[in-house]
């Protein structure tokens, strides 16, 4: 519930109740029900214009604009991310889940505080912080996909060949290469996820760091190396899958 509902539901009630009663004081007061009815009316009209006053003037004072409301930033993204992963108890990969984990913690704070360093670098600019957003976006969702590739990976990995393989003391033979892959392939993964967060990690300190709204973000070379990943991402997975 917003903060104007918050006062207008706080009023209205005890309006509407104080009117009724002005309207039954004036009827008994002047013995004329018409009178009584006209006294309601009017004070359920003062009640109505002091609400409508208060809410405006709260949200004056408060200095906030609709914009501002607007969520550009994906950070429902993150937590349903995070949500997957703590899902995910593989009897193999330990390690690699509790380090995947703690980076989709780690993520899905920082998405949330991208979203308030915009608020407050562009407020009242929907059009420009739109338009950070949007390269910001584009890296959180480069890091959805890692964990997403990895979630699938630890999905159908083979945990029972995996076991036999130690059962037989075959882990170090060649019939292990197969599963060692998959091994490094999600510690790859697990790898890029963390080169994304510390460059993720500088630009939220140099947004933080502005201080004049008039600053030109796109100038910083924290969103020029964002950019970048998102252009050479694509063409990396191509070559990798090829």
Excluded at 28 to 43: D, H, Q, R, V, Y
Excluded at 159 to 169: A, I, M, N, R, T
Excluded at 180 to 203: F, G, P
Aim: charged content about 25%; glycine content about 6%.
């Amino acid at each position: 519930m917003s903060k104007k509902e918050t006062h207008s539901s706080k009023i209205l009630p005890w309006g509407i109740g104080l009117s009724v009663l002005a309207g039954i004081g004036v009827w008994l007061m002047t013995g004329k029900l018409f009178a009584g009815l006209i006294g309601c009316g009017g004070a359920l009209i003062v009640t109505v214009l002091v609400a409508f006053f208060m809410d405006n003037a709260k949200g004056s004072q408060t200095g906030t604009s609709a914009t501002d409301d607007i969520q550009m930033i994906d950070s429902d993204r993150m937590k349903r991310l995070l949500k997957e992963v703590k899902r995910t108890n593989p009897k193999s990969l330990k390690k690699e889940m509790r380090d995947l984990e703690s980076q989709c913690v780690r993520m899905e704070k920082k998405s949330v505080q991208l979203e308030d360093a915009l608020v407050d670098h562009f407020s009242g600019s929907l059009l420009t912080r739109s338009k950070f957003a949007a390269t910001i976006n584009g890296v959180l969702d480069l890091y959805a996909h890692n964990v997403e590739d990895i979630l699938q990976r630890i999905n159908i990995f083979d945990q029972d060949g995996y076991e036999l393989l130690f059962k037989k003391h075959e882990e170090y033979t060649t019939a292990a290469d197969p599963y060692k892959k998959e091994i490094q392939a999600v510690q790859d993964a697990i790898a890029s996820n963390e080169q994304i967060i510390t460059r993720v990690d500088r630009l939220l300190r140099e947004i933080s760091r502005l201080s004049q709204t008039s600053e030109d973000l796109s100038s910083l070379p924290e969103m020029e190396e964002l950019s970048l990943l998102i252009e050479q991402t694509p063409r990396y997975r191509q070559s990798a899958q090829g």
